[in-house]
């Protein structure tokens, strides 16, 4: 009757019972029948009470949680705290609930107002590099209006987005992917788009005026995504989380995305051909690039990826490398989802595979992702580009050079 009876014995299957054995079964079954029933009354009295007279256990498993002494740890503790969904659920429904200061510091009302707290929260902000420090005060602002859009791109569903991170003075380098690698329309039978994702400039940082030209270029090519924010590279993270909010409101349906700097070769045809062959089944939880496991964060202040200690503890999920990564678009819905629930860290590759580990999902490395170049001998071969899919880096030039090494038919490679 009960399979899975907690009586610390097991009745031996087709075996004759002893009397003493029934007897003993049968007190055990009635003793726990009256606790049954003594549970249930007394659960049912609790409700009877209301919602006040719920007992609250005096320590919450959350005021036991000790507070990480790393800045960004922290922040994520307190997201995961507040996405946790049975700790959502009391908080929306127990008036009682009380939550320590740490978990409960939701910053400025407006999220995108510096946070003034953030320096007396990290003992070394005075000495972090002034980029650095940007990051910590804005970074729990993910909203920044749109200035250039295109919002009916996707109108005839892609099967190809090509999604290439690039800056406002780069107008040559976009050029020259639009004559080559993402030359948009029908590329090997399949649709293919292409857009550049773009920030602004500060008047702090004192750059030219160059947004006439680029209202321009948006006219003329129609493939300019602009966002106002800094565009630098600790804000490179936004534009990853600003990408995906777009994709999931403008572009949902398409199949794959490539996602790659302005400064990479993409074998498209390569691509293309890939992807065909995937399985659907496959096709669902697609992330593949040029992969890096096992890495810890940088802790000489001297390079670009440096991050402290007092900023993140621990080691990196795998992430593949910023360069260029390729994931279908279904995964992109969920990324979007799951990025909400990841604290912006300042280095987007990074911080797109802490969004994919939320999700329970690694990326996949693919040899033919080579985004520390290959080998010097074979920069100059044209037969090595046909089996590569993203190669980094390559100049407008080299890209205008090695193009019609992969559409040549006629070129004889063995
Ligand atoms: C969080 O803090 C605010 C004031 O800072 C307080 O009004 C609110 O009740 C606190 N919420 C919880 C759930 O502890
Ligand atoms: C990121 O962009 C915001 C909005 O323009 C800016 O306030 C902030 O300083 C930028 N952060 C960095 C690190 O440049
Ligand atoms: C987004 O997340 C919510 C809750 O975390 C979930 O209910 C929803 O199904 C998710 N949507 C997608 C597209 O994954």
């Excluded at 008047?203 to 006219?219: I, N, Q, S």
């Excluded at 572009?251 to 399985?279: M, R, W, Y």
């Excluded at 329970?360 to 920069?379: N, Q, V």
Aim: charged share 20%.
């Amino acid at each position: 009757m009960f399979p899975n009876v907690p009586f610390g014995f097991v009745t031996q299957r087709g075996g004759n019972m002893s009397a003493c054995r029934k007897k003993l079964c049968m007190i055990m079954m009635l003793n726990a029948f009256v606790c049954l029933l003594v549970c249930v009354s007394w659960s049912l009295r609790r409700h009877k009470g209301g919602r006040h007279s719920v007992r609250i256990p005096s320590k919450r498993f959350w005021h036991q949680q000790e507070k990480s002494k790393s800045f960004w740890n922290k922040e994520q503790q307190r997201l995961d705290f507040i996405f946790n969904p049975i700790v959502n659920s009391l908080l929306s429904s127990d008036s009682l609930v009380e939550l320590p200061d740490w978990l409960n510091d939701s910053g400025p009302p407006d999220p995108c107002q510096p946070d003034e707290k953030v320096p007396m929260q990290i003992m070394d902000y005075n000495s972090l590099p002034k980029g650095f420090q940007d990051f910590l005060l804005h970074m729990r602002c993910r909203t920044y209006p749109m200035l250039i859009n295109q919002p009916h791109v996707c109108a005839e569903r892609p099967f190809l987005l090509l999604a290439v991170k690039s800056m406002i003075p780069h107008f040559e380098r976009r050029q020259a992917i639009r004559e080559t690698w993402g030359r948009a329309g029908v590329v090997a039978n399949r649709m293919v788009v292409t857009l550049f994702l773009l920030g602004n400039t500060s008047p702090v940082d004192h750059f030219p005026d160059l947004l006439g030209m680029l209202d321009h270029e948006a006219e003329l090519h129609k493939d300019l995504l602009q966002w106002d924010y800094r565009d630098t590279f600790y804000n490179l993270t936004l534009k990853e989380v600003l990408f995906l909010d777009w994709f999931s409101k403008h572009c949902p349906h398409a199949q794959f995305i490539l996602k790659g700097d302005d400064d990479v070769f993409v074998n498209t045809v390569g691509i293309v051909g890939l992807l065909e062959g995937l399985s659907e089944k496959k096709a669902k939880d697609f992330f593949i690039g040029d992969v890096i496991s096992d890495a810890w964060p940088n802790r000489n202040h001297r390079l670009k990826y440096f991050v402290p200690e007092s900023v993140f503890e621990g080691r990196y999920p795998s992430y593949a490398g910023g360069g260029g990564y390729l994931y279908s678009g279904e995964l992109a819905l969920r990324l979007h989802n799951a990025s909400r629930q990841v604290v912006l860290y300042p280095i987007d590759d990074v911080y797109t595979g802490m969004c994919l580990k939320k999700l329970g999902l690694a990326p996949e490395k693919h040899a033919g992702f080579r985004t520390f170049d290959i080998d010097a001998k074979y920069r100059d071969n044209p037969c090595v580009y046909r089996n590569l899919m993203l190669v980094h880096s390559r100049t407008p030039q080299e890209m205008l050079t090695i193009w019609p090494w992969i559409i040549h038919p006629e070129l004889d490679c063995q």
